[in-house]
């Protein structure tokens, strides 16, 4: 690994803006922002994916192995990728930092505790806690009812789902699901930052009024404790690409995307800034698009569509996805369709990435590759995890090319429609469902949040295993109703979270989960 201090020297950060946490570590002062604000945009490239599989899509591997790839081909590109959580990292999922030579590094401090910022997130969030029923032991000034404000912490952990406290029954959400991790992924500075924080909402009183944090003061001592977590952390791929990573909402519960500040400077300090969205394109994409590119304010130059032939097979039902089967390959190219539609939608122009497997059939390869251009959809095989930048070289330059062409980006929703309007265009729109069903309690919601003049943007909290809102349902489904059964306001981040039938906002760790599997030396490093 190059020396951080030597990354930040070569893409233009000074010494005083540069925050060594080691030798292979740095957090970037945001006054870097300042002083190149009249520095020209570079091209903004964002990658996606079909809805995810065990068997694998690799779209951080893409992330990665593009920019390796633009640096091949003599540009100077700048990843700006999320921040993994401690708890897929123990669980189901495990790391986030990519994978063979298309990795970043250091691994291991980046999947673990890296330089702390999930932490000041977690510890932030509880303070809130801890200030809302002190306030409430101490008099409740305020005539709090009913508090709506939950604790968080950085692991799967259902049996924190819900408890009780000598005063009240209350709950654990993970970290990466929380406000405070939304709220520090959209937050400009300091300032906004703040301001976020006042507005959160925590409950609301005997006259059922919402009560918000700058009722209850303390947003400033929230901001102490995150104001190291608010500069983007740099690091470096294998071959030395520059690399922020910064927050880590996640997609299935969040907005899915690094964070606004990482971004911005990813822009500035490299002509390719390229930067990923969590999960499939029916969740990632469309909340970059809608709920993250206004606070850039700047749209994608291109997307990338990832695809693997045995996640393909497998949307297609395979039996085996490690199994020559052309028919279930051809069977799951459809919801590939789907998400290449709801792209074109969007005005945006894309590539399909095609992540090689060392197993992939030939035929099958094949097989994808004639259907792309049958259908004039441009795509690139990709071979990044086996051969590095190397393997990228064809993806990079049609990227280059491709970023060269305008586009115009068209909205999901209107931002004057209702709540209920933007949840059921979303759902019609962009996951193709027939029909949008509220429960009781998510109509009261919606009138209730109307009436107090909440009209925000929408984040959709629902499955993301399948298209529909049932894991179940692989492929592309047909004839489906989303079922919407909450709707709680995020109002520090803006956004309304429309959560669908099961959503869980604290997960639970699987039958076997990894960290079970995981064995270290006698150094101390990881060696499964």
């Known amino acids: 690994m190059e020396k951080i201090t030597s990354i930040c020297s070569r893409i233009g950060v000074q010494s005083d803006e540069c925050i060594p946490f080691g030798f292979y570590k740095a957090k970037i002062d945001l006054k870097v922002m300042k002083r190149l604000e009249q520095k020209k945009d570079g091209k903004l490239v964002l990658v996606t994916a079909i809805n995810p599989t065990p068997a694998g899509e690799g779209k951080t591997t893409i992330s990665i192995g593009l920019a390796q790839g633009l640096k091949e081909i003599g540009k100077s590109p700048v990843l700006a990728l999320r921040e993994p959580s401690l708890g897929p990292v123990f669980g189901l999922k495990g790391g986030a930092t990519g994978g063979g030579l298309s990795s970043v590094v250091p691994i291991d401090d980046i999947n673990l505790h890296f330089t702390g910022d999930l932490h000041a997130i977690t510890a932030a969030n509880n303070l809130l806690s801890a200030l809302i029923d002190n306030h409430i032991y101490q008099g409740n000034e305020l005539n ?57 909402l925590i409950g609301y009183d005997q006259e059922d009024n919402p009560v918000f944090v700058k009722d209850l003061g303390g947003a400033d001592s929230l901001v102490l404790l995150l104001k190291e977590a608010m500069n ?51 969740l990632g994409m469309q909340k970059f698009l809608d709920l993250k590119v ?205 959560l669908t039938k099961g959503i869980m906002t604290m997960p639970g760790l699987n039958k076997t989960p990894r960290a079970l599997d995981m064995k270290l030396d006698h150094e101390g490093n990881l060696i499964d």
């Open 144 to 200: 709090i009812k009913s508090v709506t404000w939950k604790r968080a912490m950085d692991m799967n952990d259902r049996a924190l789902r819900s408890i009780e406290t000598p005063s009240r029954k209350d709950g654990f959400v993970i970290t990466a699901a929380s406000e405070i991790m939304a709220i520090l992924a959209l937050a400009l500075d300091l300032d906004d930052l703040r301001n976020r924080i006042n507005k959160i």
């Open 232 to 282: 983007p952390n740099l690091v470096q791929t294998i071959d030395g690409v520059p690399t922020l990573i910064h927050a880590g909402p996640f997609a299935n519960i969040a907005h899915g995307c690094n964070s606004i500040v990482a971004t911005k400077m990813a822009l500035k300090l490299g002509d390719f800034a390229v930067t990923e969205a969590g999960f499939g394109a029916d």
């Open 294 to 498: 206004p606070y850039l304010p700047k749209a994608p130059d291109a997307v990338v569509m990832v695809v693997t032939i045995r996640a393909l097979k497998s949307h297609g039902k395979a039996k085996d996805f490690n199994e020559k089967d052309v028919k279930a390959l051809e069977a799951g190219m459809p919801l590939l369709e789907k998400h290449i539609q709801n792209i074109k939608g969007f005005g945006m122009n894309y590539i399909i990435a095609l992540n090689h497997f060392y197993n992939d059939s030939d035929e099958e390869v094949k097989v994808l590759l004639d259907w792309a251009n049958a259908h004039n959809h441009p795509i690139s095989l990709c071979k990044g995890f086996s051969e590095g930048g190397l393997g990228m070289v064809d993806l990079a330059s049609k990227i280059s090319e491709l970023t060269q062409k305008e586009s115009h980006l068209v909205h999901t929703y209107e931002e004057s429609d209702l709540p209920r309007v933007k949840i059921e265009k979303i759902a019609k729109n962009i996951y193709g469902a027939k029909d949008v069903e509220f429960s009781d309690k998510a109509l009261r919601q919606l009138k209730k949040y109307e009436e107090l003049g909440w009209n925000l943007p929408v984040c959709m909290a629902k499955t993301p295993l399948s298209i529909s809102g049932n894991s179940k349902l692989v492929g592309l489904p047909k004839n489906f109703t989303l079922e919407i059964n909450n709707i709680r306001p995020s109002m520090g981040a803006g956004f309304l979270v429309a």
